[in-house]
């Protein structure tokens, strides 16, 4: 059973800092391409950031690039999302997803960041 366990999200100020984590396991994560998407009040899931199983491609949205920097430790089974200079914008609920031959999906955590 796969289990992706988001933790790290909370309630900053603007400019501030948050870093996600993103514990996966139930599967070969180092095989395994992984992103992050958030979720806005009303809104659609939208892509964030993603590192391929090798980490050699990273991708990010356009309103994060330059602030967002994703990683991974293929020896923690873990991905990371090192959130700079956060904006009121950035708040959603941010979403782990693991890519192998299916998608997998944690169940959120929480960004609130206040102007």
């Known amino acids: 059973q796969v289990q992706l366990v988001e933790s790290g999200g909370g309630l900053v100020q603007a400019g501030g800092s948050l870093r996600l984590s993103c514990a996966a396991s139930g599967l070969t994560f180092s095989s395994a391409d992984m992103g992050w998407y958030r979720q806005a009040p009303g809104k659609e899931r939208d892509f964030v950031a993603r590192i391929t199983w090798s980490g050699g491609s990273i991708s990010y949205t356009d309103s994060v690039k330059g602030r967002f920097t994703i990683s991974r430790d293929n020896a923690k089974n873990t991905v990371y999302l090192q959130m700079n200079s956060l904006k009121p914008e950035d708040t959603a609920i941010y979403f782990c997803?693991?890519?192998?031959?299916?998608?997998?999906w944690g169940q959120g955590t929480q960004v609130t960041v206040s102007s």
């Open positions: 997803n693991a890519r192998t031959f299916q998608n997998y």
